[in-house]
């Protein structure tokens, strides 16, 4: 509720409330990235014991980064596009593990989807892209020691050669992103920003395509 809260409140700049089969859900400070070139970097994800994350996009593009952040040793974490859908892939120091959404069809149809990624302190992990899960439990190391940057839509073009094993993106995300929670951080994508690269604009045109 709290999206809703600062939308009604004037708190949000850019947002939208839309009506689905009766429910009501937020477009929080969309942003567009126009190119599969485009990419902005945030502060390090703090996830070390529970993770929770949000956020919202449409695209017409079937593959590209939407998040990624190395770590100490082998940690990291990554959220893509794979031919239409969500994956989402992880190492703690176990090796990586990858949980792929489980949605009927291709999520590049121009409408916008919400996912949700969970971890809680048992070191199960979620992935819920819109009304559907898959859930994995995984032993061993519980932690997730994430360093440097967080990279939002893409990555630098000397990256993609360096990628964890069963990372499959080597271009961006091309589409809107928008209502970024991580873990209760709600950052503007825009103003709070390290870098950017390429073309990050706020807002996102209705009919955005490749």
Not at 9 to 18: S, T
Not at 74 to 91: L, P, Q, R, S, T
């Amino acid at each position: 509720m709290q999206y809703i809260d600062m939308c009604k409140n004037g708190d949000i700049d850019f947002c939208e409330l839309n009506a689905r089969f009766g429910l009501r859900f937020i477009i929080a400070d969309p942003v567009t990235f126009r190119t599969k070139g485009s990419y902005l970097g945030l502060a390090t994800l703090q996830a070390y014991t529970t993770m929770h994350l949000f956020f919202q996009f449409k695209t017409t593009s079937p593959d590209g980064f939407i998040l990624f952040n190395s770590g100490d040793g082998n940690d990291f974490i990554a959220v893509e596009m794979v031919k239409g859908f969500v994956h989402y892939v992880f190492d703690l120091g176990n090796g990586p593990s990858l949980l792929k959404g489980n949605s009927d069809n291709a999520l590049s149809d121009n409408q916008w989807h919400s996912v949700v990624i969970t971890r809680d302190a048992a070191n199960t992990h979620t992935l819920k892209v819109d009304a559907k899960s898959v859930t994995q439990n995984v032993n061993g190391a519980k932690n997730l020691d994430l360093k440097g940057d967080l990279f939002v839509g893409g990555l630098g073009p000397n990256m993609y050669q360096n990628l964890p094993k069963l990372v499959v993106s080597r271009e961006g995300f091309q589409g809107c992103l928008a209502s970024l929670d991580l873990n209760g951080r709600l950052p503007d994508l825009i103003n709070d920003a390290l870098f950017r690269s390429g073309q990050v604009e706020r807002g996102c045109e209705e009919g955005n395509r490749r």
